[in-house]
């Protein structure tokens, strides 16, 4: 498993997210390598299609993927929790959802 | 340099999505002033907009005024133009004013640098406490500390906000 954090430094909450995966991880027994990656300007957001801080890819794909259309921004990022809260960061049922979904494994039993 | 606790605040007119001009002198009968810079993008003013639009309300009884300022640079930050601005507060049903600072000299004159980032001045227009709404914007039932209740409260009964300055949290403000 491939997993890469996208964070802008402005972003106050990049390693309390950071903090999250590591032990939404932890608790699903991945022990895959985390890649960092600092976006530090537009044309690397654009190349990146990051479209806010923090962003999280597991396998090239986001945990929560954005429209298509959305645009490349060096900015924090919206995140719309199950409960339709708003916060600057995926909650860790995103992020626990996301992990399961791309492990061999242990596919996802929606119920 | 950025406005300190004790200094006056700075007047302004600046135009509002409800079509009018507003100044700081609009609300200068008005027992305590809720200056909040903020925009719509950003996520962290977008997860503590439903409870300041709570706290406004909750304290509209005494006369406690709230106005929302965004500055953010438009041509980058689309989401935060005028219209959209107006789009915002019709469908979240702001209970305050939502100003547009164009030219963000009112955001560098009161040196605020994030969104949300509050400012509460005295009948006086004193500033009495700058900082964050509270200290959980991702879980309202979490909340611990409530620094602008409290500091509205403390000053509508005459008392010393208990705390007067924390560290903002938030989206930078995008300058041009």
Redesign the interface.
Known sequence: MKIDFLYYE???SHEQALARLKQVMAEEGIDAPITIHKMETEEQARAWHFI?SPTILIDGEDIDPPPPDAPA?L?????RWDDG?????PSPEMIRRALRAKRPSSPIHET | MPLRIGDQAIDFTLPCTDGHMHSLSDWQDRPVLVIIFSCNHCPYAQAWEDRIIQLQAQFKPQGVKFAMINANDPVKYPADSFEEMKKRAKAKGYNFPYLWDETQEVARAYGATRTPEVFVFDQDRTLRYHGAVDDNFENPFAVKQHFLRDAIQALLEGKDPPVAETPPIGCTIKWK
């Open positions: 402005d972003c106050p806010g921004a900015t924090c990022r919206v995140y809260r708003i916060s600057p960061m």
